[in-house]
T-cell receptor
Framework: NAGVMQNPRHLVRRRGQEARLRCSPMKGHSHVYWYRQLPEEGLKFMVYLQKENIIDESGMPKERFSAEFPKEGPSILRIQQVVRGDSAAYFC?????????????FGQGTRLTVV | GEDVEQSLFLSVREGDSSVINCTYTDSSSTYLYWYKQEPGAGLQLLTYIFSNMDMKQDQRLTVLLNKKDKHLSLRIADTQTGDSAIYFCAEDKAAGNKLTFGGGTRVLVKP
Protein backbone atom coordinates (compact mmCIF):
# COMPACT_ATOMS: atom_id res chain seq x y z
CA ASN A 1 0.00 0.00 0.00
CA ALA A 2 1.81 3.06 -1.25
CA GLY A 3 1.86 6.08 0.98
CA VAL A 4 0.57 9.52 0.14
CA MET A 5 2.12 10.48 -3.17
CA GLN A 6 2.78 14.08 -4.08
CA ASN A 7 4.16 15.34 -7.33
CA PRO A 8 6.18 17.01 -8.41
CA ARG A 9 8.63 16.95 -5.52
CA HIS A 10 10.15 20.22 -6.68
CA LEU A 11 8.53 22.87 -8.82
CA VAL A 12 10.02 26.10 -10.10
CA ARG A 13 7.75 28.76 -11.50
CA ARG A 14 8.30 32.29 -12.70
CA ARG A 15 6.24 35.07 -11.18
CA GLY A 16 2.83 35.19 -12.83
CA GLN A 17 2.74 31.55 -13.88
CA GLU A 18 0.42 28.90 -12.54
CA ALA A 19 1.47 26.10 -10.20
CA ARG A 20 -0.44 22.81 -9.99
CA LEU A 21 0.39 20.47 -7.16
CA ARG A 22 -0.96 16.94 -7.08
CA CYS A 23 -1.71 14.62 -4.21
CA SER A 24 -2.79 10.99 -4.43
CA PRO A 25 -4.02 9.85 -1.03
CA MET A 26 -3.39 6.43 0.39
CA LYS A 27 -5.62 3.70 -0.96
CA GLY A 28 -8.95 3.74 0.80
CA HIS A 29 -8.52 7.29 2.13
CA SER A 30 -11.21 9.74 1.14
CA HIS A 31 -10.13 12.69 3.30
CA VAL A 32 -7.38 14.99 2.09
CA TYR A 33 -5.74 17.95 3.83
CA TRP A 34 -3.32 20.51 2.42
CA TYR A 35 -0.79 22.36 4.57
CA ARG A 36 1.79 24.99 3.72
CA GLN A 37 5.18 25.28 5.38
CA LEU A 38 7.00 28.55 4.92
CA PRO A 39 10.78 28.49 5.42
CA GLU A 40 11.75 27.99 9.06
CA GLU A 41 8.12 27.77 10.16
CA GLY A 42 5.62 25.11 11.12
CA LEU A 43 2.84 23.82 8.93
CA LYS A 44 -0.27 25.92 8.46
CA PHE A 45 -3.59 24.34 7.56
CA MET A 46 -4.99 25.40 4.21
CA VAL A 47 -7.92 23.23 3.19
CA TYR A 48 -9.74 19.99 3.96
CA LEU A 49 -11.49 18.08 1.19
CA GLN A 50 -13.48 14.94 0.78
CA LYS A 51 -14.30 13.45 -2.59
CA GLU A 52 -15.87 16.22 -4.69
CA ASN A 53 -16.42 18.45 -1.66
CA ILE A 54 -14.52 21.21 0.07
CA ILE A 55 -15.22 20.79 3.76
CA ASP A 56 -13.08 23.53 5.29
CA GLU A 57 -11.09 26.12 3.37
CA SER A 58 -10.56 28.52 6.25
CA GLY A 59 -6.78 28.50 5.73
CA MET A 60 -6.81 29.25 2.02
CA PRO A 61 -5.80 32.69 0.82
CA LYS A 62 -8.82 34.44 -0.61
CA GLU A 63 -7.36 34.92 -4.07
CA ARG A 64 -5.31 32.88 -6.53
CA PHE A 65 -5.54 29.63 -4.55
CA SER A 66 -7.99 26.83 -5.23
CA ALA A 67 -8.23 23.13 -4.44
CA GLU A 68 -10.23 20.21 -5.70
CA PHE A 69 -10.56 16.51 -5.04
CA PRO A 70 -12.48 14.99 -7.95
CA LYS A 71 -14.31 11.71 -7.91
CA GLU A 72 -11.51 10.19 -9.93
CA GLY A 73 -7.89 11.18 -9.77
CA PRO A 74 -5.68 13.06 -7.37
CA SER A 75 -6.39 16.14 -5.34
CA ILE A 76 -5.05 19.30 -6.97
CA LEU A 77 -3.89 22.48 -5.30
CA ARG A 78 -3.72 25.26 -7.86
CA ILE A 79 -1.98 28.57 -7.40
CA GLN A 80 -2.57 31.12 -10.12
CA GLN A 81 -0.26 34.03 -10.89
CA VAL A 82 2.35 32.93 -8.38
CA VAL A 83 4.36 35.48 -6.42
CA ARG A 84 7.64 35.11 -4.53
CA GLY A 85 5.78 34.81 -1.25
CA ASP A 86 4.17 31.58 -2.45
CA SER A 87 7.56 29.85 -2.26
CA ALA A 88 7.09 27.16 0.36
CA ALA A 89 6.72 23.45 0.90
CA TYR A 90 3.18 22.23 0.38
CA PHE A 91 2.21 19.05 2.17
CA CYS A 92 -0.77 16.86 1.61
CA UNK A 93 -2.13 14.45 4.21
CA UNK A 94 -4.84 11.82 3.96
CA UNK A 95 -6.91 9.84 6.42
CA UNK A 96 -9.50 7.10 6.08
CA UNK A 97 -12.13 8.96 8.06
CA UNK A 98 -12.80 12.09 10.01
CA UNK A 99 -12.47 12.26 13.74
CA UNK A 100 -9.95 13.43 16.27
CA UNK A 101 -7.23 10.90 16.80
CA UNK A 102 -7.51 9.44 13.32
CA UNK A 103 -3.97 9.33 12.05
CA UNK A 104 -3.25 11.52 9.07
CA UNK A 105 -0.47 10.30 6.81
CA PHE A 106 1.65 12.96 5.17
CA GLY A 107 3.25 12.98 1.76
CA GLN A 108 6.80 14.11 1.18
CA GLY A 109 5.68 17.50 0.01
CA THR A 110 6.12 19.67 -3.04
CA ARG A 111 8.69 22.39 -2.72
CA LEU A 112 7.63 25.36 -4.79
CA THR A 113 10.16 28.00 -5.71
CA VAL A 114 8.98 31.15 -7.41
CA VAL A 115 11.71 33.02 -9.28
CA GLY B 1 0.72 35.12 19.32
CA GLU B 2 1.10 31.58 18.07
CA ASP B 3 -1.39 29.02 19.31
CA VAL B 4 1.27 26.36 19.75
CA GLU B 5 4.77 27.33 20.84
CA GLN B 6 8.03 25.44 20.92
CA SER B 7 11.62 26.33 21.59
CA LEU B 8 13.62 26.64 18.40
CA PHE B 9 16.66 24.51 19.03
CA LEU B 10 17.99 21.71 21.21
CA SER B 11 21.47 20.24 21.23
CA VAL B 12 22.09 16.93 22.95
CA ARG B 13 24.89 14.39 23.16
CA GLU B 14 24.40 10.91 21.78
CA GLY B 15 23.17 8.59 24.51
CA ASP B 16 21.67 11.36 26.63
CA SER B 17 17.95 12.02 26.96
CA SER B 18 16.28 14.80 24.98
CA VAL B 19 13.28 16.71 26.23
CA ILE B 20 11.30 18.83 23.80
CA ASN B 21 8.67 21.14 25.21
CA CYS B 22 5.49 22.57 23.77
CA THR B 23 2.75 24.83 25.04
CA TYR B 24 -0.68 25.12 23.52
CA THR B 25 -3.63 27.37 24.12
CA ASP B 26 -6.81 25.50 23.30
CA SER B 27 -8.04 23.58 26.31
CA SER B 28 -10.65 21.87 24.15
CA SER B 29 -8.03 20.03 22.11
CA THR B 30 -8.70 16.35 22.29
CA TYR B 31 -5.48 14.96 20.86
CA LEU B 32 -1.93 16.26 20.87
CA TYR B 33 0.65 14.94 18.47
CA TRP B 34 4.38 14.77 17.96
CA TYR B 35 5.73 14.64 14.41
CA LYS B 36 9.29 14.23 13.17
CA GLN B 37 10.57 15.86 9.99
CA GLU B 38 13.92 14.92 8.54
CA PRO B 39 15.64 17.19 5.99
CA GLY B 40 13.75 17.32 2.72
CA ALA B 41 11.16 14.84 3.89
CA GLY B 42 7.54 14.82 4.96
CA LEU B 43 6.20 14.45 8.44
CA GLN B 44 6.27 11.21 10.31
CA LEU B 45 3.84 10.73 13.17
CA LEU B 46 5.83 9.65 16.22
CA THR B 47 3.15 9.45 18.86
CA TYR B 48 0.04 11.14 20.13
CA ILE B 49 -1.74 11.45 23.43
CA PHE B 50 -5.40 11.80 24.27
CA SER B 51 -6.17 14.78 26.43
CA ASN B 52 -7.47 12.73 29.35
CA MET B 53 -4.10 11.05 29.76
CA ASP B 54 -1.10 12.34 31.69
CA MET B 55 1.56 10.16 30.18
CA LYS B 56 2.16 7.80 27.33
CA GLN B 57 5.24 5.68 26.76
CA ASP B 58 6.25 4.03 23.53
CA GLN B 59 9.70 2.43 23.48
CA ARG B 60 12.21 5.30 23.72
CA LEU B 61 9.50 7.97 23.63
CA THR B 62 7.65 9.33 26.63
CA VAL B 63 4.96 11.98 26.28
CA LEU B 64 3.90 13.99 29.31
CA LEU B 65 0.81 16.16 29.31
CA ASN B 66 -0.03 18.81 31.90
CA LYS B 67 -3.52 19.98 31.02
CA LYS B 68 -3.64 22.58 33.74
CA ASP B 69 -0.61 24.37 32.33
CA LYS B 70 -1.34 23.32 28.72
CA HIS B 71 2.16 21.93 28.51
CA LEU B 72 3.25 18.94 26.46
CA SER B 73 6.68 17.36 26.37
CA LEU B 74 8.41 14.63 24.44
CA ARG B 75 11.28 12.78 26.02
CA ILE B 76 13.57 10.69 23.84
CA ALA B 77 15.68 8.26 25.83
CA ASP B 78 19.15 7.23 24.66
CA THR B 79 19.15 9.79 21.86
CA GLN B 80 20.82 8.61 18.65
CA THR B 81 22.30 10.54 15.72
CA GLY B 82 19.34 9.36 13.65
CA ASP B 83 17.09 11.34 15.96
CA SER B 84 18.49 14.60 14.56
CA ALA B 85 15.49 16.25 12.93
CA ILE B 86 12.83 18.89 13.46
CA TYR B 87 10.11 17.89 15.89
CA PHE B 88 6.67 19.44 15.69
CA CYS B 89 3.93 19.30 18.25
CA ALA B 90 0.39 19.75 17.00
CA GLU B 91 -3.08 19.96 18.44
CA ASP B 92 -6.45 19.36 16.91
CA LYS B 93 -8.96 22.07 17.59
CA ALA B 94 -11.90 20.46 15.96
CA ALA B 95 -13.12 17.06 14.93
CA GLY B 96 -11.04 15.68 12.17
CA ASN B 97 -7.45 16.24 11.30
CA LYS B 98 -7.24 19.99 10.99
CA LEU B 99 -4.08 20.31 12.99
CA THR B 100 -2.42 23.38 14.41
CA PHE B 101 1.34 22.99 14.46
CA GLY B 102 4.03 24.61 16.52
CA GLY B 103 7.00 26.15 14.78
CA GLY B 104 9.17 23.10 15.35
CA THR B 105 12.21 22.34 17.49
CA ARG B 106 15.39 21.51 15.66
CA VAL B 107 17.21 18.76 17.54
CA LEU B 108 20.89 18.22 16.87
CA VAL B 109 22.48 15.10 18.28
CA LYS B 110 26.24 15.32 18.70
CA PRO B 111 28.34 12.17 18.74
Amino acid sequence: NAGVMQNPRHLVRRRGQEARLRCSPMKGHSHVYWYRQLPEEGLKFMVYLQKENIIDESGMPKERFSAEFPKEGPSILRIQQVVRGDSAAYFCASSPREGAGTEAFFGQGTRLTVV
Amino acid sequence: GEDVEQSLFLSVREGDSSVINCTYTDSSSTYLYWYKQEPGAGLQLLTYIFSNMDMKQDQRLTVLLNKKDKHLSLRIADTQTGDSAIYFCAEDKAAGNKLTFGGGTRVLVKP
